[in-house]
């Protein structure tokens, strides 16, 4: 049953949702004051938040939102043949399990002596190639059990109307392989519908409030006019009465609005009507309803909304699309021409949902409802919920208008009344799994599919019911094929007896340097390994299974380039070729010197080119770029063979006799770079070389004459140094003396200042007595 729930909110229901949709929230803007908008919202028959208890049916319904604001500015097949991609087998379950193609021969001697039995699996077509009877190969199919097929109904006749068929369904399927199978769906006529009016009563819609008391009438025409099976209920909501949603001023919330007006008391949201279908009760209810005040700016829609799907909390626009979906809610937005595109983004964000433009006064309400009910029912898209892990789902709709809108789902349009359609439903398991299940179910309705899931990724082998002592050595019995051992016995056949001794230290004597049990490449039995025999029908060799003669390096797509016999994983040339896959001819022109040698001696002559030594470069290892400079290298010996002086004079034979010979000349004579050095003693030597045949061997020409610096004259040193100390002597003495004579000028200058300075008064001293004295002679007579 469809069921419509009606609301009427204000416009900032679109600025709220509309902001959730973009990035850029500051595209919107908040409407114009005294501008209003109608939402009308839908939900199953009977439902209110805070009882349900007259919901009796679980129908999918319509969500209709009518908007009056002014909005602002592995596995796979190789060209076309089945492949088996398989790792690590040791078993038929390791097998199956490998690849969805891989199928495992449990024919008595399918493989040979010494033969890995992992070459028991393959695809069906190589195993029957290869002599395995094709009732001997364990190869688990895919299978699927249909366990509720009630057949579909044609109309509703008061009692649960079937549109999907199957109901329930059971699927064992092999790993990697799809199964397809069918599901139908019929629309059934006359199907029920229920509208609930959920209406905003904040203080801006009173207006709306009493052309909303006349319009039950026009709306149970309309529903009339799609089923003969309809009810109607009715619900409000004002604000969310909590931070930060509105006001919560406790006085506010009682007496919303200004005493000129009639006002009940602000809340979130309340059920008024249950559905019903009388058009009085209706009518009565909605009478009664007065308006509230606005303590916020955005009311409360997306509240009510939620609230008429689960009753939780203040949602967003994302929960609600989630919620819608899952309580097949089908929504219908009804807006003005003005907001259409942003609304059509929000369509994309909810399944099922319509978008419908409305005239200026509403007046095409009724009709809008009737052409978006008829879009939304006539389109079926069958969807899944949340798969298991490794679980793939494809639909392909099998209907006149089929489209394809993802991956996900199928979908099919113009679907008419009593019209049958199906769709081819593949489902694949990329892993092992046990009763696992997934719903199958299309969009708005409420009718389901219960697909259970397990896979085949066991071996169902038929064994012989007897042991087979002749097979297995009489001391194991068969598997699948091959030989699982009795304890004490280990071998392909049973065929070692470790007696009392363990498996495991039988093993270590198989283990490689590389510590890997003979390589990989055979079976370690009675503790030596007995190889495998390749893919290509050659054999692994050596004590650990270490070589085979088909892994060597190719050229040209050919093993040795064709020139050679691989080895134990390395070629062998044959007369004539050279190199690591045997690819060049073996010539030296392309090595040879202007002087008739190969490289110089500084290299190898490898597919007619050099491979030149220590910084030696091609193409004939004539340069060293990197390499020390010789001139420097080559000095000590210059100076013994040339002046028998330096470093090595006492064994100069011995250290440069076969890495230089030396020459003394006049005048150069070769065209190498010159050198010049200072020896020992100082004097610069001039010298050229000219390297030989090989690495560190030289020719040089050695000036006779060497620039030596004159020995210093002893008397001028001692005489300029004498002098040079008379001089200081003489220099410093004068100093001396002209700094004695500046302090005893300036201290005569300042005696001389302060003399004149000084007044002297003129008295006789009383104490004063002339240092005179005038003594008479006695004796004196005068004569």
């Known amino acids: ?358 005239s200026q006064d509403s007046g095409n309400v009724v009709q809008l409802i009737e052409k978006a009910y008829n879009r939304l029912s006539s389109k079926v898209t069958l969807t899944h919920d949340a798969l298991p892990e490794n679980v793939r789902v494809v639909y392909t709709p099998r209907c006149d208008n089929a489209k394809q809108e993802g991956n996900n789902k199928g979908v099919c349009d113009n679907v008419h009344v009593g019209q049958k359609i199906s769709f081819d439903v593949s489902v694949t398991a990329d892993s092992c799994m046990e009763n696992k299940t997934v719903t199958i179910r299309p969009l708005g309705i409420k009718d389901t599919l219960m697909v259970t899931l397990s896979t085949s990724c066991e071996c169902q082998c038929r064994d012989p019911s007897e042991s087979s002592p002749q097979f297995c050595n009489g001391k194991g019995r068969i598997n699948c094929g091959i030989c699982s051992c009795t304890q004490g016995s280990v071998g392909q056949f049973c065929e070692c007896s470790i007696g009392n001794k363990d498996e495991h230290s039988l093993r270590r004597h198989c283990l490689s340097q590389s510590g890997m049990e003979c390589e990989s490449h055979g079976d370690c039995v009675c503790g030596r390994c007995q190889c495998h025999t390749t893919a290509s029908g050659g054999s692994y060799y050596g004590d650990f299974c270490e070589c085979d003669d088909e892994h060597c390096e190719k050229f040209q797509n050919k093993l040795c380039g064709g020139n050679g016999k691989c080895n134990c994983g390395k070629c062998e040339c044959h007369p004539g070729f050279d190199g690591s896959a045997c690819q060049c001819t073996i010539s030296e022109e392309g090595c040879r010197t202007p002087n008739n040698t190969i490289c110089y001696g500084r290299g190898n002559c490898k597919c007619n080119r050099c491979d030149c030594k220590n910084g030696y470069q091609r193409p004939h290892c004539q340069t060293c770029l990197g390499c020390p400079d010789a001139c420097q290298i080559k000095l000590n010996c210059i100076e013994c063979l040339g002046f028998e002086s330096g470093p090595f004079k006492k064994n100069c034979s011995m250290a440069c006799r076969d890495s230089l010979f030396h020459e003394m000349v006049d005048q150069f004579t070769i065209s190498s770079m010159l050198c010049q050095q200072r020896d020992s003693n100082g004097c610069w030597i001039k010298f050229k070389l000219d390297q030989q045949f090989g690495e560190n061997k030289y020719m040089a020409e050695i000036l006779k004459h060497r620039d030596c610096p004159e020995p210093p004259s002893v008397a001028a040193i001692i005489g300029g140094s004498i002098a040079s100390v008379a001089l200081i002597g003489i220099f410093l003495l004068m100093l001396i003396k002209l700094l004695i004579y500046v302090k005893d000028l300036k201290e005569f200058r300042k005696f001389e200042n302060e003399k004149n300075k000084s007044k002297w008064a003129e008295a006789d001293n009383p104490l004063f007595q002339n240092a005179t004295t005038t003594v008479t002679n006695p004796t004196f007579t005068g004569e």
């Open 1 to 358: 049953m469809f069921s419509i729930l009606m609301s009427l909110v204000e416009s900032y229901f679109l600025v709220l949702s509309s902001s959730l949709l973009y990035n850029d929230a500051s595209r919107f803007r908040s409407r114009p004051a005294g501008l209003d908008a109608r939402v009308l919202l839908t939900r199953p028959r009977g439902v209110h938040c805070q009882h349900r208890t007259d919901m009796n049916h679980h129908w999918p319904f319509v969500l209709l939102s009518i908007v009056l604001s002014v909005a602002p500015n592995g596995w796979c097949l190789t060209n076309g043949e089945e492949v088996c991609f398989k790792s690590i087998v040791n078993s038929c379950n390791d097998c199956v399990r490998s690849g969805p193609y891989c199928a495992w021969c449990q024919q008595l001697n399918f493989t040979k002596a010494g033969e890995q039995e992992s070459a028991r699996c393959e695809t069906r077509s190589k195993l029957m190639e290869r002599g395995c009877n094709e009732e001997e190969i364990i190869d688990p199919v895919s299978s699927q059990q249909v366990e509720k097929n009630e057949p579909l109904s044609t109309s509703f006749n008061m009692q649960e109307p079937i549109q999907l068929s199957p109901q329930k369904i059971s699927l064992r399927l092999r790993p990697g392989r799809p199964t397809t199978f069918t599901v139908s769906f019929k629309r059934v006529q006359g199907y029920p519908v229920d509208l609930y009016y959920l209406m905003d009563l904040s203080f801006s819609m009173r207006d709306d409030l009493e052309n909303v008391k006349g319009l039950g009438q026009d709306l149970f025409a309309a529903l009339k006019k799609i089923t003969q099976h309809a009810q109607i209920g009715f619900g409000a909501f004002v604000d969310k009465t909590v931070l930060p949603y509105t006001n919560t001023n406790k006085k506010k919330l009682q007496r919303p609005c200004d005493e000129n007006y009639q006002c009940q008391a602000t809340f979130g949201y309340r059920h008024v009507l249950s559905m019903t279908p009388r058009i009085d009760d209706f009518k009565k209810k909605v009478t009664q309803q007065l308006i509230s005040g606005n303590l916020d700016s955005p009311e409360g829609s997306l509240d009510a909304m939620m609230q008429a799907a689960v009753c939780g909390d203040y949602p967003s626009v994302g929960q609600v699309a989630m919620q819608l979906e899952k309580e097949h809610i089908q929504p219908i937005f009804a807006v003005t021409q003005d907001v259409e595109d942003t609304y059509k983004q929000l369509s994309r964000m909810i399944p099922k949902s319509e978008v419908g433009v409305l």
